[in-house]
């Protein structure tokens, strides 16, 4: 499937081309998954590793870039086209966006950045922020937005932008 995907792009993917290169029929698909966005997002998930272990490079800025670089491996398939895809299939199709929801929910991403800065407070690196769920997903929500909005993919240099310039000033501020 993902071959497919990667062949043909998210807008001319169809179930059928994916029956055909999968050696199986479109029924059989149907009987697993709705259309063509839930495929997609399950191919996705299998493609997200099981589980990781946080990284510790002594430093929250070498923590950040080097768990949001991690991204990079996950997000170089997903072409613009793709997350644009993705993105019009979740605005037209309500059970699309909870099951989006759902998947960026399950991956937790704000449990793993607000264990690096708890870490980082116990070093005395970084004075105590004030958390909220949304500051957790801004790092992911900045690279979301890069590539659906501006078709832009995620780079090395992005990263440490995010990390360094964004994020990082964001929880010194939010610690005062």
Known sequence: MWAELLDVGYAKLTMEAVAARAGTSKPVLYRRWAGRAELVLAAWRHRLPVSFELPDTGTLSGDLKELLGRSLCRFEDFSPDLLAGLTTET???PEVFALLRKQIAKAA???AFE???RRAVERGE???PRLSPRVLALPLDLIRADAVLYGRQLTEV???EIVDDIFLPLLRGLAA
């Open 115 to 117: 264990a690096l800065i």
């Open 109 to 111: 991403p704000g449990q």
């Open 91 to 93: 605005f037209r199709d």
């Open 126 to 128: 970084l004075a105590e």
């Open 158 to 160: 992005r990263v440490a």
